[in-house]
């Protein structure tokens, strides 16, 4: 990949660890054969099961909104293809991922282990039930939309911890809450499209 992955530069990406990551995780090897040749476009692709990998740019643009420093737990609700769990691990996360698609995630479990991406902890079950004994965690992504962001999550957020979500059914917008102790403040920014947490 040259400097500027899927043209991120040109955007509004300008963290360099991120694009660093973007540049270093083959996007290519988390897609079905029969779609690879797009694998360098910005744009989503199917992954099997009605599931897509997400879009280069909106991974990029979660991955600058979350500030993941090395080191920090990170959970992710949504495994899929892991392409995004690589880039977790790209930035030096300790990464925790959930998958409700036990066939995704076998695949997603075989392709990181293929690449050398050692150390995840990758489960199959369902977000809305969090990740109990791993809590509390400094950042938390999601990459399936909830109607409204689960409350077993939140609590799940160390202080000082971030979790981004995309939220919503028909209209989707892009959720950031931040703890301080008790107190969660919350965002909204992009409008976007994914798919619904089931
Ligand atoms: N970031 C992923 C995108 C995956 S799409 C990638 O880069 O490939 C969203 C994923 O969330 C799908 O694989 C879907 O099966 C999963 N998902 C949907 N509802 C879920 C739930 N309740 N718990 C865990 N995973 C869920």
Do not use: C
Request: charge should be positive; proline fraction near 8%; charged fraction near 20%.
């Amino acid at each position: 990949m040259t400097g500027d992955p899927y043209g991120l530069r040109r955007r509004d990406i300008t963290d360099a660890r991120v694009l660093a990551a973007m540049a270093a995780v083959p996007r290519a090897e988390f897609i079905p054969e029969a779609h690879r040749l797009d694998a360098t476009a910005d744009h989503p692709l199917p992954i099997g099961e009605g599931q897509t990998i997400s879009q280069p740019y909106i991974v990029a643009w979660m991955m600058q909104e979350l500030r993941v420093v090395p080191h920090q737990k990170v959970l992710e609700i949504g495994t899929g293809s892991g392409y995004q769990t690589a880039i977790l691990a790209t930035l030096g996360a300790e990464v925790y991922s959930i998958e409700i698609a036990p066939r995704l995630a076998a695949r997603a479990s075989q392709t990181l282990t293929r690449l050398g991406y050692a150390g995840l902890r990758l489960r199959i079950g369902n977000g809305y039930d969090g990740w109990k004994d791993a809590a509390p965690f400094d950042r938390i992504v999601l990459t399936a939309a909830p109607p409204a962001i689960p409350q077993i999550l939140t609590d799940a957020l160390a202080d000082g911890g971030r979790l981004l979500a995309p939220v919503g059914t028909e209209r989707q917008v892009m959720v950031t809450i931040d703890r301080k102790g008790e107190s969660l403040t919350r965002r909204e920014s992009l409008p976007v499209r994914f798919v619904p947490m089931r």
